[in-house]
């Protein structure tokens, strides 16, 4: 969990126009790194960033609360997802 947060801390000053968290070694979120993730996202979105969580384990279930939270299968479906919003924002 620490070096969640960490790892997020370091990518907020990095300043990309998205920040993603690969979990394709992950088989399970835990609730609290779930909230950690939903946190991160809900306040990078106020700063323009976007969080994506590529690869989510099947556990993962985003619902409609989550409009922050982005989550792509694959790093490309990333990819694709963060050209089509920042095409929207500039648009």
Not at 31 to 42: D, F, I, Q
Not at 80 to 85: G, N, T, V, W, Y
């Amino acid at each position: 969990m620490l070096l969640l947060t960490e790892a997020l801390q370091q990518a907020c000053a990095s300043g990309k126009s998205s920040i993603w968290v690969d979990c394709s070694q992950v088989q399970q979120l835990s609730a609290t790194v779930l909230a950690v993730l939903r946190h991160y996202a809900s306040w990078l979105q106020q700063q323009n960033i976007t969080l994506v969580v590529c690869h989510p384990p099947d556990s993962l279930k985003v619902g409609r609360s989550d409009v922050s939270l982005l989550v792509a299968p694959s790093l490309l479906d990333a990819e694709l997802q963060c050209r089509d919003l920042s095409a929207r924002s500039r648009g």
